[in-house]
């Protein structure tokens, strides 16, 4: 059964860097036709996606990030992360990775797979 | 502002059949699959259809979907308590080249 989880910092300091990993457990983030994405959402609020990240390695990242956010991996360890630069009190957010299944990113499905989500607060 | 507009909040008895609504535009649910999650309260979102109407394995044949033209509709028959969630709506926006969501509508079962 694959399993993913949230790990990282829980208070970040505004304009600093928000940084979190997701660990996948029961299968290979290197697996073909498989993205591995990032989602947040702020408290009361709907779903956001952020980017996702394709077993090759390629990227791509919602355009309302504009250049704040890098995904990466580590296939070595099995995760892959995620970073916000220059974060803000708007950035505050669970934060969920998900698995994506498909080969085209439009044709895909977000989300057979999630993480249990972890709460990152910006505040000084 | 969700691109995806669904209503804030459905209401049912136990037993009973609702529906949710999820409208968009051409560039969106109208070119693309659409997914329904569930979300319990305090928990991660969970997928129950997608491809516009194919339920993920194990999701009960009470859950159902349809898309036509610029909107989706989730249905759910037999409602059970443990069916009040938060259900949102996601599919890819062909103009702006990301996955949108809907901001979701709170189901309670009366």
């Known amino acids: 059964q694959l399993q993913l989880q949230e790990s990282g910092p829980g208070l970040v300091k505004p304009s600093e860097t928000l940084s979190l990993t997701c660990t996948v457990s029961?299968?290979?983030?290197?697996?073909?036709?498989?993205?591995w994405a990032w989602i947040r959402q702020p408290p009361g609020k709907g779903l956001e996606w952020i980017g996702s990240?394709?077993?090759?390695?390629?990227?791509s990242y919602n355009p309302s990030f504009r250049s704040r956010v890098t995904i990466s991996a580590d296939t070595s360890k099995n995760v892959f992360s995620l970073k916000v630069n220059s974060v803000t009190a708007g950035d505050t957010a669970v934060y969920y990775c998900?698995?994506?299944?498909?080969?085209?990113?439009?044709?895909?499905?977000?989300?057979?797979?999630w993480g249990q989500g972890a709460l990152v607060t910006v505040s000084s | 502002q969700s691109v995806l507009t669904q209503p804030p909040s459905v209401s049912a008895a136990p037993g009973q059949k609702v529906t949710i609504s999820c409208s968009g535009s051409?560039?969106?649910?109208?070119?693309?699959?659409v997914s329904w999650y569930q979300q319990l309260p305090g928990t991660a979102p969970k997928l129950l259809i997608y491809?516009?109407?194919k339920r993920l394995s194990g999701i009960p044949d009470r859950f159902s979907a349809s898309k036509s033209g610029t909107s989706a509709t989730l249905g759910i028959t037999g409602l059970q308590t443990g069916d009040e969630a938060d259900y949102s709506c996601?599919?890819?926006?062909?103009?702006?080249?990301?996955?949108?969501f809907g901001g979701g509508t709170k189901l309670t079962v009366l």
């Open positions: 051409n560039s969106n649910i109208g070119d693309n699959y």
């Open positions: 996601g599919t890819w926006d062909s103009s702006l080249s990301a996955v949108v």
């Open positions: 998900a698995r994506q299944v498909g080969g085209l990113l439009r044709w895909s499905t977000l989300g057979d797979y």
């Open positions: 491809e516009n109407n």
């Open positions: 990240m394709y077993y090759s390695g390629s990227t």
């Open positions: 029961g299968g290979s983030i290197s697996s073909s036709s498989y993205y």
